[in-house]
């Protein structure tokens, strides 16, 4: 049997861990973060405030203003008329 030299061994671990992949799913990851989970967590978040279009202006990068209000947005939603009418229209009318 062959003993086998440090570098030898050295060199298949470095084959084994290889980075190059990673190299190519970061810029990806990156891009997908930013215009994906990012707005869609904002955007959660978001919808259980009481944020006015104005108040967008002024909230940070991070920081969603308004104050919590929780399921309140939903519940009007759901009471409204219009909402309802909407999504018959296009139930009926556009999705044939």
Excluded: Q
């Excluded at 470095?14 to 990851?29: E, G, Q, R």
């Excluded at 259980?48 to 399921?71: A, Q, S």
């Excluded at 939903?74 to 009418?85: E, P, V």
Aim: proline share 5%; aromatic share 18%; with cysteine.
């Amino acid at each position: 049997m062959r003993k086998v030299s440090k570098i030898e061994t050295l060199i298949w671990k470095l084959k084994k861990n290889d980075w190059s992949a990673y190299i190519f799913i970061i810029p990806a990851m990156i891009i997908v973060v930013m215009f994906i989970l990012y707005p869609a967590i904002w955007s959660l978040v978001s919808s259980f405030k009481d944020v006015k279009p104005l108040m967008l202006r002024n909230g940070g990068l991070f920081e969603v203003p308004g104050k919590w209000i929780g399921f309140k947005n939903y519940l009007l939603t759901f009471k409204d008329y219009l909402f309802w009418f909407n999504h018959e229209f296009c139930e009926n009318i556009i999705l044939p």
